[in-house]
Nanobody, 124 residues
Framework: QVQLVESGGGLVQAGGSLRLSCAAS????????MGWFRQAPGKEREFVAA????????IYADSVKGRFTISRDNAKNTVYLQINTLKPEDTAVYYC?????????????????WGQGTQVTVSS
């Protein structure tokens, strides 16, 4: 079984930065792609960023390009989402998820394991 645990959220002022972490456990040798999503109050869940666990490919939603960076630490089995120049519209619960081979992970689909989410609140 795969378990994903997010951390690093909090309340920050606009213009600030946060680094979210997603610690993964279980199935370490077949980890394929990891993604970050977010869901704001009253809105549908939105794809934010994703990467192949090998590190050979990353992809971002247009709305976050230039401000968000996804990365991973193989030794720690952890995926990160660095968020810079935070805006009030970035306020959401942020989730990490894992996708298997054969999925359209790069389009935000096919993720089969999800974390519980971490709240990010940006004040203006």
């Amino acid at each position: 079984q795969v378990q994903l645990v997010e951390s690093g959220g909090g309340l920050v002022q606009a213009g600030g930065s946060l680094r979210l972490s997603c610690a993964a456990s279980g199935r370490p040798f077949s980890r394929y792609a990891m993604g970050w999503f977010r869901q704001a109050p009253g809105k549908e869940r939105e794809f934010v960023a994703a990467m192949l666990w090998s590190g050979s490919m990353t992809i971002y939603a247009d709305s976050v390009k230039g401000r968000f960076t996804i990365s991973r630490d193989n030794a720690k089995n952890t995926v990160y989402l660095q968020i810079n120049t935070l805006k009030p519209e970035d306020t959401a619960v942020y989730y990490c998820a894992e996708a298997p081979p054969g999925s359209t992970w790069y389009r935000g689909f096919g993720y089969d394991y999800w974390g519980q989410g971490t709240q990010v609140t940006v004040s203006s």
